[in-house]
C-alpha cells in the first residue's frame, strides 16, 4: 500500500465532504451543482484539456438540462476517482515521484479558505477539474507501465488472432486509444492494460474470446443470459391505488392522468371482469414491464405539462394513462419511468456517457416507451440497445412506414427523417388508430355510457347546438376562409367553443361564438351531451376528442382535403416517417365510423356545407362508441398483444417444399397447392389439408390477393373488406404465391425494396423481397403490381383476426 494514494483518495473524499453541508440548496439535483453555483451569477471557468480524458471537463453559464448534464459527469467523474484510486493502492511499484505527486493533491483541498461562500465554492469547483486531470496523468503513468498484474502474467494478454472474432485486435487498439474517453470503462475495470481491454471485451462486450485463465463465476452482464425464472400466471387487477401512487406528482400532466385514471376505474373494472369472463381461464404469463414515458422527462424538454391548463395538446397523455391502465389491470409487474435518472436505475446503467453497455441482463421482458424515450435509451444503453431492442414497443402517434424505419435503405432511397430509421420490427411501432397496418393499434379509451345515460342524452339534445373542436385560439384561423362557413353554422345553429384565455377574450374567436373558456373534462362532456353537432376546422389531426363527442351523441363534421395532406404538401407532416395522404381532418372517424355519426364534406363548396348542416338538424343519432375504444376493447387487444407478439424469437425460414399434408403417413411432403381459392371472394387462403407453421396470427386468418399498379396491399386489402397483416408477408414471398396468383414471370429476382413482393405485367418481372424489415403494406408504385398478405378481423376489433384470441 502506498501513503500517496491513500492520501489522495482521502482528499477526494474531503472534497466530496466540503459540499455536505450546501445539500440543502440543491434538493432534487444533487449537492454537486454548488460547483456551479458561480454560473448563475455569469462566472465561467474552464479546465485544461488532457487528450480524451473522461475527467476533462468545461463549463460555460449553462442553464436547465445542459447545466444538469454537466454535473451529473462530475458526480461520475469523482466516484472513478474514487475507483481509480483503490487500483492505484494496490500497486507496489509506483514511482517516488507518483507518491510525491500524490501527497500534493492531498493537500489540496486544505488550501483553500477564501473569505466568503462563492469564492469557496468557485475555488472548489476549478480544482475538482485541476485534481482530475492530475490524477489521470499519474494513473497513465504508474498504471500503464511497470504494472503487476493481477490476473495472470503478460504473456496471458497477448491479443488473440481468433478467426472466430475477427473484430477483437481492432476493438483492442481502439480501447488503447480511447478507453478514457467513458468513465463507464473504468466502472467496469479497464485501468489502460492490456488484460483490462481483454477481459472488458470478453465478459462485459463480446467481441473478444474468453481468457482461459480468469474466473468465470464473475457476476453476468449484459450479454450473458440468465436463468429463466419460473413463469407467472397474470391476474386482472381491480384496484388501482397502487398504479395511482406509481404515476407520482410534481407535474400536471401527472395530475392529468391520475385524474384520468380515477375517473375511469371503475369502467375498467367492468371490462376487466368481461374479459376475465371471455378468455374463460386461459394461462396469461405475467411480464415485467417498463414504461418510459420520454416525452415528459425533463430532459427532453416536456413542453406538454405546462400548457395542460392552457389548451395544449392532451392526446398523448390520454393514451399513456389508458396503456398504464389497461398494463395494471392486466396484472403485470409495472415499473413507471419519467426521468433518464429512472430509466437508469430500472434499467442498471453503468456511470459514464452510455458507451457501455448495462451491469446485467435486460430485467424486463418489454419496453414501453416512445421516440424521446429511445433516443435516450441509445444515449444511456450503449451496444445494450442493440442487443435488446426486440423487447422495445414504441408509442408512435402517428406510424412509421417500414421504408422510413430502415436506416440504410431511408437514407439511400430519400426516406430518411428525424424520427425513423431505427432498424425494428415495423409492428413494433404502435399507433393512436389504426390507420397504419405496418404497426400495431394501440389505441386508447373513451368513456362508455350505460342504456339510461344514452336516453337521457337523446331526450336533452339540442338541436341547434354546436360545438367547436379547437381549444387554442390558433387553430380557429387554420382553416383558409373559416368566415364562411362559421355564418352559414350560425345561421341554423347556436355556435359553442372552448377556446383557453386568461383575461381577454381570443379575438380569433367570432362575437357570435359562445366561449366557455378552457372546461374541465367532467363539464366538457356535459356540454358534449347537449350539442347536436362537433365541427371540426381540420386540425388537429386524428385527436381523441371526435371519438369523445360521438360517444356522446354528436354527429361530427369534418373537412374533407384535395389534395390530400402528407409529408409532400403539409408542414405538419413533414419529417414524419410516413408517406401516408390524409384524405380528412380525422380519417378514422370516416372510413371506420361514417354517416350517420361522421360527415365528411368540401367546406369551401358553400352549398354543400349548407345541405350538410340541414341535414345534421333533420337526422337523430345515438351515442356509438367503437369496441376497439371501450376499456374492453383496449384490455383485449392489449392482452393479445403481449401474449403473442414476439420479435425476439428468431423466424425461421419459410419453405414451402417442408410442409407437409394433414393427417399424411410419416409426415409426406405436401404435394397440392398451399395456396386455394376462397368462397365469395377472390382472395386465395392457405389450404386445409397442408400443415400451417406456427404463426400468430394463425394462417387460417390470410386472404392473398394482388393489388392493382399503383395500388398499397393497405388500399387493395381495404377494398376487399380485408386488413393487409404484415406478419404473413413471410409466407408468401414464394414462387409458389406467385403461380397460384397466374402471374407470368420471366424472370424472377430476390431484391432489396419496400415494394417486393411484385411482379410488372407488361415486362413479366417478378421481385421476392430479400430484407424482411422491408416488408411493407403501404408501398406501392405504378409499374408494378403487388403481393398482399391480407387477413380477416374481429367485428369491432380490427386489430385482430377472427381466431387472433
Known amino acids: 500500500m502506498i501513503a500517496g494514494s491513500t492520501d489522495a483518495k482521502i482528499m477526494v473524499r474531503r472534497c466530496l465532504v466540503t459540499f455536505k453541508p450546501f445539500r440543502i440548496f440543491v434538493v432534487g439535483i444533487g449537492f454537486f451543482s454548488l460547483c456551479f453555483l458561480m454560473t448563475s451569477l455569469g462566472g465561467q471557468f474552464s479546465a485544461k484539456r488532457l487528450g480524451d480524458s473522461p475527467f476533462t471537463i468545461r463549463t460555460e453559464v449553462l442553464g436547465g438540462v445542459e447545466s444538469r448534464g454537466v454535473l451529473r459527469k462530475i458526480s461520475d467523474m469523482l466516484e472513478v476517482i474514487l475507483k481509480r484510486m483503490d487500483s492505484l493502492s494496490k500497486l507496489d511499484n509506483t514511482s517516488t515521484t507518483d507518491a510525491r505527486r500524490l501527497d500534493e493533491l492531498s493537500s489540496a483541498i486544505n488550501r483553500f479558505q477564501p473569505a466568503s461562500l462563492v469564492e469557496r465554492i468557485q475555488?472548489?469547483?476549478?480544482?475538482?477539474?485541476?485534481?482530475?486531470?492530475?490524477?489521470?496523468q499519474i494513473l497513465q503513468n504508474s498504471m500503464v507501465q511497470g504494472?503487476?498484474?493481477?490476473?495472470?502474467?503478460?504473456?496471458?494478454?497477448?491479443?488473440?488472432?481468433?478467426?472466430?472474432?475477427?473484430?477483437?485486435?481492432?476493438?483492442?487498439?481502439?480501447?488503447?486509444?480511447?478507453?478514457?474517453?467513458?468513465?463507464?470503462?473504468?466502472?467496469?475495470?479497464?485501468?489502460?492494460?492490456d488484460c483490462s481491454f481483454l477481459i472488458y471485451l470478453?465478459?462485459?462486450?463480446?467481441?473478444?474470446?474468453?481468457?482461459?485463465?480468469?474466473?468465470?463465476s464473475s457476476p453476468p452482464t449484459q450479454h450473458t443470459q440468465p436463468a429463466k425464472s419460473p413463469k407467472r400466471q397474470a391476474a386482472f387487477r381491480t384496484d388501482l391505488s397502487v398504479l395511482l401512487d406509481q404515476v407520482g406528482t410534481g407535474k400536471e400532466s401527472l395530475s392529468f392522468m391520475k385524474r384520468r385514471i380515477r375517473r375511469l376505474a371503475q369502467q375498467w373494472a367492468t371490462a376487466a371482469n368481461r374479459l376475465d369472463a371471455k378468455l374463460e381461464q386461459q394461462w396469461r404469463d405475467q411480464k415485467k414491464i417498463l414504461v418510459h414515458v420520454g416525452f415528459l422527462t425533463e430532459e427532453s424538454g416536456d413542453v406538454f405539462s405546462p400548457k395542460v391548463l392552457k389548451g395544449g395538446p392532451l392526446g398523448e397523455m390520454v393514451q399513456w394513462a389508458d396503456i398504464l391502465t389497461a398494463l395494471h389491470v392486466l396484472g403485470h409487474n409495472l415499473k413507471i419511468s419519467m426521468s433518464v435518472k429512472e430509466l437508469q436505475g430500472f434499467l442498471g446503467v453503468p456511470p459514464g456517457r452510455?458507451?457501455?453497455?448495462?451491469t446485467g441482463p435486460l430485467p424486463f421482458d418489454l419496453i414501453y416507451t416512445d421516440y424521446h424515450g429511445l433516443q435516450q435509451m441509445k444515449q444511456h444503453m450503449g451496444l445494450s440497445l442493440k442487443k435488446h431492442k426486440c423487447h422495445i414497443r414504441v408509442i408512435d402517434t402517428f406510424g412509421t412506414e417500414p421504408a422510413y424505419n430502415h436506416e440504410e435503405y431511408a437514407t439511400l432511397h430519400g426516406y430518411r427523417t428525424n424520427w425513423g430509421y431505427w432498424n425494428l420490427n415495423a409492428r413494433q411501432y404502435m399507433t393512436m388508430f389504426p390507420h397504419t397496418p405496418d404497426n400495431s393499434f394501440m389505441g386508447f379509451v373513451s368513456e362508455e355510457l350505460n342504456e339510461t345515460e344514452k336516453r337521457s342524452i337523446q331526450q336533452n339534445k339540442v338541436n341547434n347546438m354546436a360545438v367547436v373542436y379547437g381549444k387554442e385560439a390558433s387553430m380557429w384561423k387554420v382553416q383558409q376562409g373559416k368566415e364562411s362557413f362559421l355564418q352559414i353554422l350560425h345561421k341554423y345553429m347556436e355556435v359553442h367553443g372552448t377556446?383557453?384565455?386568461?383575461?381577454?377574450?381570443?379575438?380569433?374567436?367570432?362575437?357570435?361564438?359562445?366561449?366557455?373558456?378552457?372546461?374541465?373534462?367532467?363539464?366538457?362532456?356535459?356540454?358534449?351531451?347537449?350539442?347536436?353537432?362537433?365541427?371540426?376546422?381540420?386540425?388537429?389531426?386524428?385527436?381523441?376528442?371526435?371519438?369523445?363527442?360521438?360517444?356522446?351523441?354528436?354527429?361530427?363534421?369534418?373537412?374533407?382535403?384535395?389534395?390530400?395532406?402528407?409529408?409532400?404538401?403539409?408542414?405538419?407532416?413533414?419529417?414524419?416517417?410516413?408517406?401516408?395522404e390524409v384524405f380528412s381532418q380525422h380519417p378514422y372517424a370516416e372510413q371506420y365510423i361514417g354517416r350517420p355519426h361522421v360527415m365528411t364534406v368540401d367546406y369551401n363548396n358553400s352549398v354543400e356545407f349548407d345541405s350538410a348542416i340541414k341535414e345534421i338538424m333533420r337526422t337523430k343519432v345515438e351515442p356509438y362508441l367503437p369496441y376497439e375504444y371501450t376499456c374492453e376493447g383496449m384490455l383485449e387487444?392489449?392482452?393479445?398483444?403481449?401474449?403473442?407478439?414476439?420479435?425476439?424469437?428468431?423466424?425461421?425460414?419459410?419453405?414451402?417444399?417442408?410442409?407437409?399434408?394433414?393427417?399424411?403417413a410419416?409426415?409426406?411432403?405436401?404435394?397440392?397447392?398451399?395456396?386455394?381459392?376462397?368462397?365469395?371472394?377472390?382472395?386465395?387462403?392457405?389450404?386445409?389439408?397442408?400443415?400451417?407453421?406456427?404463426a400468430w396470427p394463425p394462417l387460417s386468418s390470410l386472404r392473398l390477393l394482388v393489388s392493382q399498379e399503383g395500388q398499397s396491399c393497405v388500399d387493395a386489402c381495404q377494398s376487399a373488406g380485408f386488413i393487409c397483416e404484415p406478419a404473413h408477408f413471410r409466407f408468401i414471398n414464394n414462387k409458389e404465391a406467385l403461380r397460384r396468383l397466374d402471374v407470368q414471370c420471366e424472370v424472377v429476382d430476390s431484391e432489396i425494396n419496400h415494394i417486393l413482393p411484385a411482379f410488372s405485367v407488361v415486362r413479366q418481372e417478378c421481385g421476392l423481397q430479400r430484407e424482411p424489415l422491408l416488408f411493407s403494406c403501404a408501398g406501392h408504385s405504378p409499374k408494378y403490381r403487388r403481393l398482399c398478405p391480407c387477413r380477416d378481423f374481429r367485428h369491432g376489433q380490427v386489430a385482430l383476426c377472427r381466431d387472433c384470441l
Open 637 to 664: 387487444r392489449v392482452h393479445a398483444y403481449i401474449q403473442h407478439q414476439d420479435f425476439c424469437a428468431p423466424e425461421p425460414p419459410f419453405i414451402p417444399a417442408n410442409l407437409s399434408r394433414k393427417g399424411s
Open 123 to 136: 475555488a472548489i469547483a476549478q480544482n475538482v477539474s485541476n485534481m482530475a486531470i492530475r490524477v489521470e
Open 499 to 580: 377556446v383557453y384565455y386568461e383575461t381577454q377574450r381570443p379575438p380569433e374567436v367570432p362575437a357570435f361564438v359562445k366561449n366557455h373558456g378552457l372546461l374541465p373534462q367532467h363539464e366538457l362532456q356535459q356540454l358534449l351531451r347537449k350539442a347536436k353537432l362537433f365541427i371540426g376546422f381540420g386540425f388537429p389531426y386524428e385527436g381523441p376528442a371526435p371519438l369523445e363527442a360521438i360517444a356522446n351523441g354528436c354527429i361530427f363534421l369534418q373537412p374533407k382535403f384535395n389534395p390530400p395532406h402528407s409529408s409532400l404538401n403539409h408542414e405538419f407532416f413533414r419529417g414524419k416517417p410516413t408517406s401516408r
Open 354 to 358: 452510455g458507451s457501455c453497455p448495462l
Open 666 to 694: 410419416g409426415g409426406s411432403r405436401m404435394m397440392g397447392p398451399l395456396f386455394v381459392p376462397l368462397p365469395n371472394t377472390t382472395a386465395l387462403g392457405w389450404a386445409s389439408n397442408v400443415t400451417a407453421p406456427s
Open 147 to 193: 504494472r503487476v498484474l493481477r490476473d495472470g502474467s503478460s504473456s496471458q494478454c497477448e491479443v488473440p488472432r481468433d478467426p472466430r472474432f475477427p473484430e477483437c485486435p481492432g476493438k483492442v487498439d481502439w480501447m488503447r486509444a480511447r478507453w478514457t474517453s467513458d468513465p463507464c470503462y473504468a466502472f467496469y475495470g479497464v485501468d489502460g492494460s
Open 202 to 216: 470478453s465478459e462485459v462486450e463480446w467481441f473478444c474470446p474468453p481468457l482461459a485463465w480468469r474466473n468465470h
